[in-house]
């Protein structure tokens, strides 16, 4: 596909900062340098150079004015990042120059960039495919440093590899079945039917490691969100502040100090976990605590994990019991929490066992940092029933996700058309739209408008 007009816009985020990027690519980006660019007298820019770096100034041709001082990068097509010719101006970070020089290059002839537009373009012209263009953004968004690992293996093709062996499997399967349908008037049967099932057997189960991947993605990619929750005043947001080691909550000793929630990312063994510290639950007394509840039931519902927190020197109240049948029947991953384990202790650990047979509570001191590591330990365990990491893993996003399990369906009504001995063409039919669904994931087959919808995600200037 030729793509005539040249892109440009800013890449690097607005405001005050070192340097700023203004970047171009398309077939007249050179031209439109040569135009803007003014090296120091004496100088000379070999414009049929690549990867090099020239020193000089933005002049306005209008005006002749200097605009800014600024390295120029040349890039000759096709070894770019969009496969065509790339020119990035390196200027300095304040909002105006950048401004001003992306205005210049606009008024020589570039187009205003969509956003995801050049790595739209790097997908276009054949240099990586969809799957890696979309990591492209997992990259940039990346929450730890693991999630960045898997976003960079799936941006080298990791799970295009995949998907292309999971492919050739199919087609290889299909185009046996298609010779079969060809020649079904002389009765020859190119595969056994219980090969048949072997084949669909073994891309079923390929499919099926690929969704759990996804799982263990998405853990990755959107975090785990985990609610502290329990009566006033146990420790909650002391909690909050000894994990993310700075006074981010306020705490005191008048229950009901906290009326928000109050959300944060921290990093546990390589997780990406969203804390959530809520209103302490009780009695509801007025409009705003009504408010408060109302905000701690919605993150308990949406929670991935509950950390109950009790108070380890009082005993327990009527308050704690109520919070104890609530989050119960929510049915979430739970830790119990023994707080304050630095005061004399009067809590009946029998009586909380009676509440939660199966748990062995966590005690700590949020305040002295007391079994704060053991705390870690357990919720990094939380996780690990739910995702099985193991070292190579890459990120799968939830599109390329619903593209797997549409492959995973048509699959198994492949195998139940084989049991039910149907012919050979509704088996055909059933893997040929599997192959169309993992065609999605790399974007073989994919409309203008679902391709606009992805790089929709990304920033301007990406
Ligand atoms: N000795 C001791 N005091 C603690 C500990 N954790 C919290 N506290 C104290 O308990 C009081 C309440 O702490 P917060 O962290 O505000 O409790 P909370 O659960 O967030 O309370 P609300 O926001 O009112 O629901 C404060 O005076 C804290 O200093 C602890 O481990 N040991
Ligand atoms: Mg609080």
């Known amino acids: 596909m030729i ?9 690097t985020p607005i405001g005050t900062s070192g340097i700023g990027i203004v970047r171009m690519s398309g077939d007249k980006a050179f031209s439109i340098a040569k135009k803007i660019f003014y090296p120091p007298t004496h100088t000379r820019v070999n414009w049929s150079s690549s990867l090099k770096m020239h020193y000089g100034w933005i002049v306005d041709p209008e005006t002749k004015e200097r605009v800014d001082e600024v390295l120029l990068s040349l890039m000759q097509a096709p070894r770019t990042y969009t496969r065509e010719h790339v020119v990035e101006i390196n200027c300095h970070g304040g909002v105006v120059p950048l401004r001003k020089v992306l205005e210049i290059c606009l008024k020589q002839g570039a187009r205003l960039a969509q956003p995801g537009e050049f790595t739209k373009r790097a997908f276009l012209n054949g240099r990586i495919d969809l799957s890696q ?3 492209v953004l997992d990259i940039v968004q990346a929450k730890t440093e693991k999630a960045l690992k898997m976003a ?10 995949l998907i ?16 079969e349908i060809d020649f079904a008037h002389e009765e020859i049967e190119m595969l056994p039917e219980k090969e048949k099932e072997r084949y669909l057997n073994s891309s079923i189960q390929k499919v099926e490691n690929l969704l759990e ?9 959107e975090g785990v969100k985990t609610v502290i929750a329990g009566k006033t005043n146990v420790g909650k947001s002391s909690l909050l502040n000894n994990l993310l080691e700075r006074e981010r909550a306020i705490v005191s000793s008048i229950p009901g100090t906290t009326r928000d929630t109050i959300e944060e990312t921290i990093n546990i063994k390589g997780f990406p976990v969203i804390l959530i510290d809520t209103a302490g639950l009780g009695a509801i007394r007025n409009l705003l605590v009504k408010k408060s509840m109302e905000r701690t039931h ?7 994990i509950i950390l109950l927190m009790v108070d380890g020197s009082s005993p327990l109240e009527k308050e704690d019991k109520e919070i104890f049948v609530r989050v119960k029947n929510l049915n979430k991953q739970l830790l119990l929490i023994i707080n304050k384990i630095d ?40 996780i690990l029933k739910k995702v099985h990491p193991i070292d190579e893993e890459f990120m799968v996003n939830v599109r390329q996700n619903e593209c797997l399990k549409k492959t995973k369906k048509c699959l198994l009504r492949a195998k139940e058309s084989l049991r039910n001995r149907l012919s050979e063409e509704f088996l055909a039919l059933e893997i040929r739209e599997a192959i169309a669904s993992l065609d999605e994931i790399t974007g073989k087959r994919l409309g203008e408008e679902v391709l606009d919808r992805i790089f929709s995600n990304f920033c301007i200037g990406k």
């Open 3 to 11: 793509r005539e007009d040249t892109i440009a816009a800013i890449s």
């Open 343 to 382: 005061l004399p202790q009067r809590i009946d650990k029998n009586k909380l066992k009676e509440d939660f047979p199966d748990l062995a509570p966590v005690e700590i001191s949020a305040t002295k940092g007391t079994g704060i590591d053991k705390l870690k330990e357990d919720v990094a365990k939380c």
């Open 152 to 161: 960079v293996k799936a941006q080298a093709g990791e799970l295009s590899k």
């Open 133 to 135: 263009a979309e990591s």
């Open 213 to 221: 991947r996804a799982k263990t993605s998405q853990v990755y990619r």
């Open 298 to 304: 919605h993150s308990l519902i949406e929670a991935d």
């Open 164 to 179: 292309h062996s999971l492919r050739e499997d199919m087609v290889d399967i299909l185009s046996l079945l298609e010779a």
